[in-house]
C-alpha cells in the first residue's frame, strides 16, 4: 500500500465507484438560481431524515451555497448526461430553456427541480461541515418524489446509463 497518496491516483481509484449523478439547487440573496452537477449524495439518516453532499470550496457557486438556507437535489436519469455537463461548466448559463418550462417549480419560495429527472428531495440545511477541501451540506428531506426512470450513473470518469455503456454528453 502506498504511504504518500498521488491525487491523480485517488481519483482514478474513487472512480472505480459508481455513483448516481444529480443536480444540486439553490438561491441566491437576491432569488438567483444557481446550481451544480454532484455526484457525492448520500443517505445519512432516516429519522431524521438527512442526506447530504460535498461542495469544494473553489466552486463558482460556493459562496451561495455555503449561505443557502433551502436546497433541491434532482436525481438526473439516464437521458440527462448532457444536462449533467452542463451543471457541471462553470461558467455555462444552467438554467436555459429550464426555468421557462411549465413543469419546474419556479418563484422565491419554491424549490427549483430539473424537469424529467428520476427523483427530486427538497431540503431545508440541516448542518454546514468543513471537510479539507470541502464542504459537506447536511440537509433535512421535507419533500420528496420518484420515478420508475433509469438514473445516469458515473464511472470511471464519465457518464453512462444504469446498464454501464457509455453515454455521451
Same mark, same amino acid.
Given at each position: 500500500?502506498?504511504?504518500?497518496? #498521488?491525487?491523480?491516483?485517488?481519483?482514478?481509484?474513487?472512480?472505480?465507484?459508481?455513483?448516481?449523478?444529480?443536480?444540486?439547487?439553490?438561491?441566491?440573496?437576491?432569488?438567483?438560481?444557481?446550481?451544480?452537477?454532484?455526484?457525492?449524495?448520500? !443517505?445519512?439518516?432516516?429519522?431524521?431524515?438527512? +442526506?447530504?453532499?460535498? +461542495?469544494?470550496?473553489?466552486?463558482? !457557486?460556493?459562496?451561495?451555497?455555503?449561505?443557502?438556507?433551502?436546497?433541491?437535489?434532482?436525481?438526473?436519469?439516464?437521458?440527462?448526461?448532457?444536462?449533467?455537463?452542463?451543471?457541471?461548466?462553470?461558467?455555462?448559463?444552467?438554467?436555459?430553456?429550464?426555468?421557462?418550462? %411549465?413543469? +419546474?417549480?419556479?418563484?422565491?419560495?419554491?424549490?427549483?427541480?430539473? %424537469? #424529467?429527472?428520476?427523483?427530486?428531495?427538497?431540503?431545508?440545511?440541516?448542518?454546514?461541515?468543513?471537510?479539507?477541501?470541502?464542504?459537506?451540506?447536511?440537509?433535512?428531506?421535507?419533500?420528496?418524489?420518484?420515478?420508475?426512470?433509469?438514473?445516469?450513473?458515473?464511472?470511471?470518469?464519465?457518464?453512462?446509463?444504469?446498464?454501464? !455503456?457509455?453515454?455521451?454528453?
Amino acid at each position: 500500500m502506498k504511504k504518500n497518496i #498521488d491525487i491523480t491516483d485517488l481519483r482514478k481509484t474513487m472512480g472505480l465507484w459508481i455513483t448516481g449523478v444529480a443536480v444540486v439547487t439553490t438561491r441566491d440573496g437576491d432569488n438567483n438560481p444557481a446550481g451544480m452537477t454532484i455526484n457525492s449524495l448520500v !443517505s445519512i439518516s432516516l429519522t431524521p431524515s438527512l +442526506i447530504g453532499w460535498c +461542495i469544494d470550496r473553489g466552486a463558482a !457557486s460556493f459562496d451561495t451555497f455555503a449561505r443557502c438556507q433551502h436546497f433541491s437535489v434532482s436525481v438526473l436519469n439516464q437521458e440527462q448526461a448532457a444536462l449533467a455537463q452542463r451543471f457541471a461548466t462553470r461558467g455555462a448559463d444552467k438554467f436555459a430553456g429550464i426555468l421557462e418550462r %411549465p413543469e +419546474i417549480r419556479d418563484g422565491a419560495s419554491r424549490p427549483l427541480l430539473i %424537469p #424529467d429527472a428520476c427523483a427530486w428531495l427538497v431540503c431545508r440545511l440541516y448542518r454546514l461541515v468543513s471537510l479539507g477541501d470541502h464542504l459537506l451540506l447536511v440537509g433535512e428531506v421535507t419533500d420528496l418524489e420518484f420515478t420508475e426512470r433509469a438514473p445516469l450513473v458515473f464511472f470511471r470518469g464519465g457518464f453512462r446509463d444504469s446498464g454501464n !455503456s457509455d453515454i455521451a454528453a
